[in-house]
């Protein structure tokens, strides 16, 4: 839920009209709410609280979520009293763009900074048919990946559900997508692959996920939303369940051995374990199949014989296998698979029947591709990893 104030500040009789007769009583304020981290049921409840009629509600959402709008005073349908009762109360902000970075290939990514100083990344991935938004949910991770510059990086905290919405409306701010409903909109897909662990911040995440998806403002398909995991057993099926969006797994190899190396929560939760919560993923099918991401890295993971097993461990899993090709940082230690090499292993891969696109590398130049982002927020963690599961 959204904060609210437990004084009933505002009472007002009017029921239908733009004048809302509005009295206030003189007390202390409470805290702004923020409403950009507030679902439609949070808003019903903060307008009641107001003493407003609940129409009011929908008019004020559709104004955040479909127009854009941070301005109760551009909020035309409110009467003259109500758009000056708001800013009382309420607030709709978006984070503080601190660098702007734009790819020779187009790739955008922006270093976002929330109200506490902390930090994070969001990259918009242009393609002919499509305009794909990368979120991260976290500050920092804790999952420690060897080969991922992100898991280089302490994990600070869990993201709001105001800072993950915050980074969709930047970038449509920023790419001038307002309204939500116009045609030929360019931020067609989005996909939590930024940096932390989306499953280890599932209440936020979801919650992020079913305003964004609400057909009342953006109005993002669920088949155009992705959620990426490196293998969170237990959120798995629930967030299949409760979200119903395409799942993506973070593999990047076949063996337990391998593996717990390479993806140190493994040893938590055993290939076995998680192939088999991607078996049992809700709604598979043909035309909805989980997405394997596998990095290519020289001599690591990227035999003909890794390809053979990759195969045989997702047999009977309506699959696609996304070939990643390692993107280089400093002090990495890994080398990305010749070309050679990977162009042999996608068509092992292919010859099995399961479509296996070679993703090609964007924003390699600003540090944007996948496994790269990286933030300075590097604070101490409170309890170490108690904060993955507040």
Not at 64 to 77: A, C, E, N, P, V
Not at 90 to 119: C, H, M, Y
Not at 206 to 216: T, V, Y
């Amino acid at each position: 839920m959204c904060p609210t104030s437990d004084q009933a500040d505002i009472v007002t009789d009017a029921e239908n009209t733009d004048t809302d007769s509005i009295n206030t009583i003189d007390t202390a304020s409470p805290p702004l709410i923020d409403l950009t981290g507030c679902d439609a049921d949070d808003l019903d409840e903060v307008v009641k609280t107001l003493g407003l009629p609940k129409f009011r509600a929908k008019q004020i959402w559709r104004w955040i979520w479909r127009h854009g709008l941070t301005r109760f005073d551009d909020m035309t349908d409110l009467g003259k009293p109500v758009r000056a009762l708001l800013p009382q109360h309420l607030i709709i902000t978006r984070p503080v763009i601190t660098s702007r970075q734009k790819s020779t290939d187009g790739t955008i990514k922006w270093l976002l900074r929330f109200a506490d100083g902390n930090e994070a990344e969001a990259v918009y991935i242009p393609d002919a048919d499509r305009g794909t938004l990368c979120v991260s949910s976290q500050v920092g991770c804790t999952l420690t990946c060897t080969f991922c510059h992100t898991g280089t990086q302490r994990l600070v905290r869990n993201l709001t559900v105001a800072e993950i919405t915050g980074q969709v409306l930047i970038a449509m701010d920023e790419l001038g997508e307002w309204p939500a409903t116009h045609d030929g909109r360019r931020l067609t897909n989005i996909v939590m692959m930024g940096m932390g662990e989306p499953l280890f911040n599932y209440e936020n995440v979801a919650k992020a996920l079913r305003i964004i998806m609400s057909g009342e403002g953006i109005g993002l398909s669920k088949r155009r939303v992705t959620l990426s995991t490196s293998g969170v057993v237990p959120e798995i099926m629930r967030c299949g369940a409760e979200l119903g969006v395409n799942l993506a797994i973070s593999l990047h190899a076949t063996n337990d051995e391998l593996r717990d190396v390479l993806v140190p929560i493994n040893r938590k939760y055993p290939l076995k374990t998680l192939i088999e919560a991607c078996r049992n993923y809700p709604g598979l099918s043909n035309a909805r199949r989980v997405t394997w991401e596998y990095v290519m890295l020289d001599g690591i993971n990227d035999s003909d014989a890794e390809a053979r097993a990759l195969v045989n461990l997702i047999k009977g899993i309506p699959s696609k296998i996304n070939l990643i090709p390692f993107n280089p940082w400093p002090g990495s230690g890994y080398e990305r698979s010749k070309d050679d090499r990977i162009d042999s292993f996608a068509a092992i891969v292919m010859k099995a029947g399961y479509a296996s696109p070679i993703r090609t590398p964007r924003g390699e130049d600003i540090l944007a591709a996948c496994g790269q982002l990286k933030t300075t927020s590097e604070r101490l963690r409170k309890s170490q990893i108690k904060a993955i599961t507040d």
